[in-house]
Nanobody, 124 residues
Framework: QVQTVESGGGLVQAGGSLRLSCAASGRTFSRYAVGWFRQAPDKEREFVAA????????YYADSVKGRFTVARDNGKNTVYLRMNSLRPEDTAVYYC?????????????????WGRGTQVTVSS
């Protein structure tokens, strides 16, 4: 069973950058795709980005394409989400989760082992 823990959130001004980390336990982590999702107050959880088990395939929401980059280091059991040019509308709790699907998916129901999230707040 893989468990995930997010870190790296914080308060940043609009236009700034943050790098989130998703650290996973379990020797089988490298077999799983990993997704990032976010949830703002009074809004549904939404897909942000995903990366295949190998790191060769990535997938982004249109709202973050060109600003966010997802990468992984299977040797460190960690997936990263680099967020540049942050906007106030990026404010949310960010979660990572794993998926055993053989393809990169954006469907929350395809993911499990959700972390507790890390808060990202972007001030205007």
């Amino acid at each position: 069973q893989v468990q995930t823990v997010e870190s790296g959130g914080g308060l940043v001004q609009a236009g700034g950058s943050l790098r989130l980390s998703c650290a996973a336990s379990g020797r089988t982590f490298s077999r799983y795709a990993v997704g990032w999702f976010r949830q703002a107050p009074d809004k549904e959880r939404e897909f942000v980005a995903a990366i295949s088990w190998s790191g060769r395939n990535t997938y982004y929401a249109d709202s973050v394409k060109g600003r966010f980059t997802v990468a992984r280091d299977n040797g460190k059991n960690t997936v990263y989400l680099r967020m540049n040019s942050l906007r106030p509308e990026d404010t949310a709790v960010y979660y990572c989760a794993t998926s055993a699907k053989t393809y990169v998916t954006r469907v929350a129901g395809d993911f499990g082992s959700w972390g507790r999230g890390t808060q990202v707040t972007v001030s205007s």
